[in-house]
């Protein structure tokens, strides 16, 4: 049995982050990486927000050598003559106007190795089989390549294992989305057509009937390109993955063109079971960390934000937890506010992404009433800083239930396909 007083199930954005931040604060901090490093990840789009992140962990330099430097991002609709770009540089408080495209191979790894550097005890091939909760905390039990087995005594468990949601999934909390459902079909091309100048590092987004792409150019040359569809498109699917990606980029024709010089340069990758919230965020002795509580959708790239976000927030609830048990039930509640918030702010936007009258929206943007410098804000992940956007949201919002009033067919039509599609295969 070995014992440590924090241990990290998962060596991801979110657990690098608050592994690095507490041994950092001279804790005894475990990570247990069920891979090994440098591993494939999707989700290469980041936010100007997690620039400040990576200065106060220390790795701002090295992800800015592995990083597309992108300064916006691109809508286009093929119900609309012209694409429209909102660039980071207009959002409410201009100190972050520029954010990164990064391999996430290489992303994780750096943030990896940072937290090894700081002092965390890092192990990789190493998957967690098992948690028991004691009242002295926790009993973890890991599984190496070679089939060996580790016991672990911990004062406190984080769950930072992503999608795999080991605690929720274990504990029975784990709950689809009954308000979204989605699914993803994925690869890598070479010879993607790119934006000119400045603007060769932006994310573009196309819409198309089943859903939306994203076009993320990187900095080896490149470029990810993914569909999120609704669940029965993917269920049609008849041909190899490879193929049906390739015949789904061919029903986007603004799209096809980009990639009409392109070769799938890695495997096409499908999945399903987009959507997803656990019950609770917490417990006495126990954190979940980003995705391993919650994955809504990756149309605005918040993924890694919030990971990196609620490993910030975990270390602090952590270390009151250990040091001033009196304070922990008060603290375990902010966190739990914290982790909420993200998700909800932003799933109002992702809920409606596919409407008409968001899409006439981004497609014709005005900045009446500072509507668009609130909008970029919360696209830029400004959310937690307490910038004043949301009074302009709130305009926008207003304004979108008009519009949707004003296109009342095509919204109820839209409404009805939404609730239809979202149903479980």
């Avoid at 992140?53 to 701002?60: C, D, I, K, T």
């Avoid at 916006?72 to 408080?93: C, I």
């Avoid at 060996?148 to 999934?169: K, M, P």
């Avoid at 006439?360 to 937690?384: C, H, N």
Wanted: charged share 20%; hydrophobic share 40%; glycine share 8%.
């Amino acid at each position: 049995m070995f014992n440590t007083e924090v241990l990290v199930i998962g060596g991801g954005p979110a657990g690098s982050t608050v592994a690095a931040l507490l041994a950092e604060r001279g804790r005894d901090v475990v990570v247990l990486e069920k891979e090994r490093h440098p591993r494939f990840h999707i989700g290469e789009s980041l936010l100007p927000l997690n620039l400040p992140l990576f200065e106060r962990l220390g790795v701002a330099e090295e992800i800015g050598r592995i990083g597309m430097v992108k300064h916006g991002a691109e809508f286009v609709s093929p119900w609309h003559k012209q694409a429209q770009t909102f660039q980071f540089a207009e959002q409410l408080d201009k100190s972050y106007p520029y954010a990164y495209q990064v391999r996430r191979s290489q992303f994780d790894e750096i943030l990896f190795r940072n937290a090894a550097r700081k002092g965390a005890r890092t192990f990789e091939a190493s998957r967690v089989t098992a948690v028991e909760f004691t009242a002295q905390g926790a009993t973890v039990t890991a599984r190496a390549e070679d089939g060996t087995e580790q016991r672990w005594s911990t004062r406190f468990v984080v769950d930072a294992s992503g999608r795999d949601t080991f605690l929720a999934s274990r504990m029975g909390i784990k709950r689809r989305n009954r308000k979204h459902n989605s699914a993803a079909l994925y690869g890598h091309f070479t010879g993607a057509k790119r934006l000119p100048g400045k603007a060769e590092g932006n994310i573009t987004v196309f819409w198309f009937d089943h859903g939306w792409f994203w076009f993320i150019p990187l900095s080896d040359g490149t470029t990810s390109v993914g569909a999120v569809c609704w669940p029965y498109y993917l269920k049609t699917r008849a041909t190899s993955t490879e193929q049906f990606l390739l015949d789904t980029i061919q029903l986007c024709p603004a799209l096809a063109e980009r990639l009409r010089d392109a070769k799938l340069v890695s495997p096409a990758t499908a999945t399903g079971n987009y959507s997803y919230v656990a019950d609770r965020t917490m417990g006495r002795n126990y954190l979940m960390l980003g995705d391993a509580y919650t994955f809504i959708d990756p149309v605005f790239s918040t993924g890694v934000l919030l990971a990196m976000q609620s490993g910030f927030a975990g270390a602090d609830t952590i270390e009151t937890c250990l040091d001033r048990p009196r304070e922990a039930a008060a603290a375990l509640k902010r966190f739990d506010k914290l982790m909420r918030r993200g998700p909800g702010i932003f799933s109002w936007l992702i809920y409606r992404v596919t409407t008409p009258a968001i899409r006439e929206m981004f497609m014709g943007p005005s900045d009446k009433f500072g509507m668009q410098g609130a909008l970029i804000s919360v696209l830029a992940g400004d959310i937690y800083r307490g910038t004043r956007w949301r009074g302009g949201l709130r305009v926008f919002q207003c304004i979108y239930y008009a519009i949707s009033l004003a296109m009342l067919p095509q919204s109820v039509a839209a409404w009805f396909r939404r609730r239809r599609s979202i149903q479980p295969s």
